[in-house]
């Protein structure tokens, strides 16, 4: 597995490099593309920009360009190796180029979103080996009506507080999560 930082590569060329020294059958991840290259989809140079000095700095800045990274990803240089698998990461999908998340070049795009029962259910079982529970129903109904990770979810069943104590935290936590949640769309409502 390794873990690719396209900010501290310099250019295409040493993007290259990298691929070429990574092994068949890897993974490789770059977490939160959208902040490691402009790859906004607005290709070209910048019109507020004056100067060939200021555009010669921009090039060299984002040395790694979107044509050097759709290289990387299915163009020439991703046949110097095989089986590998790409991971991107991003909180603003809508904000990347097209090219880039195209269907064919991105093969699955995964959403993670918010923790309802059926994943909850899963959680349950994994960390209190519950199948089923006579608090679950409150549960279903709280995580429908709460938004809240399933990184949250396990945290709370995570506490050896025994089955009962676990999910009567969990229940406290998504209750005071739908309160601050309430309270947040409120407060958005009065600045309207």
């Known amino acids: 597995m390794y873990d690719l930082e396209l900010t501290s590569i310099g250019n295409n060329w040493e993007l290259k490099k990298l691929l070429l020294a990574t092994t068949s059958k890897s993974i490789i991840v770059i977490e939160d593309i959208d902040c490691s290259l402009d790859l906004t989809g607005e ?7 004056q100067t060939n000095a200021e555009i010669k700095k ?38 990347l180029d097209q090219a880039l998340i195209r269907r064919g070049r991105m093969d699955m795009h995964i959403e993670l979103s918010y923790c309802r029962f059926e994943a909850f259910k899963i959680l349950a079982k994994n960390y209190l080996n519950l199948d089923s529970h006579l608090l ?17 979810v396990a945290e709370n069943l995570m506490v050896k507080d025994g089955v009962d104590g676990s999910l009567k935290g969990l229940i406290r936590a998504l209750e005071q999560k739908k309160l601050n949640q309430h309270s947040d769309e409120q407060q958005k409502e009065i600045n309207k």
Do not use: Y
Not at 43 to 49: A, S
Not at 87 to 93: D, R
């Open 136 to 152: 679950f129903g409150k549960i279903e109904t709280l995580l429908e009506e709460t938004n809240m990770t399933p990184a949250d």
């Open 43 to 49: 290709r070209g140079v910048k019109e507020d920009l």
């Open 58 to 95: 921009l090039k060299k800045k984002n040395a790694v360009t979107l044509s050097g990274l759709l290289n990387f990803i299915d163009g020439i240089w991703s046949a110097c190796g095989q089986e590998r698998i790409l991971v991107f990461t991003t909180n603003h999908l809508g904000k």
